[in-house]
């Protein structure tokens, strides 16, 4: 998964986390185990203490649009043969997201 975060920087993870005690607070959403994703004012104002599991009984493109809507990032899922080269890529204005195709000639969005 690739996060375009409010300053306009990028990084990855290969793991999305949704549910159990991060949503209490509804202030943040654990991306993997390692990175925060910070939720918007009207996100902790809207959710206060409510315990959201946004995956329940859900699919993942209703968790994405979710996630989407209430943070201050962009989470995509893209395909990449090296999410690090490409995330550096990324940061440095030198490529953009765009669609592709994957190793299998399946339509993807991809980092050129």
Request: charged share 25%.
């Amino acid at each position: 998964m690739l996060e375009k975060q409010k300053d306009g920087k990028y990084r990855a993870q290969t793991s999305l986390y949704l549910g159990g005690d991060y949503y209490r607070s509804a202030d943040r959403h654990l991306l993997g185990g390692l990175y925060e994703i910070e939720m918007t004012a009207s996100a902790k104002a809207h959710f206060k203490g409510y315990n959201y599991n946004v995956g329940r009984n859900r699919d993942a493109n209703y968790a994405f649009q979710w996630i989407n809507y209430w943070s201050t990032s962009e989470i995509s899922i893209i395909y990449s043969e090296n999410i690090k080269a490409d995330v550096m890529s990324l940061n440095e204005g030198k490529a953009e997201v765009s669609q592709g195709l994957n190793d299998k000639g399946q339509e993807v969005s991809r980092v050129s």
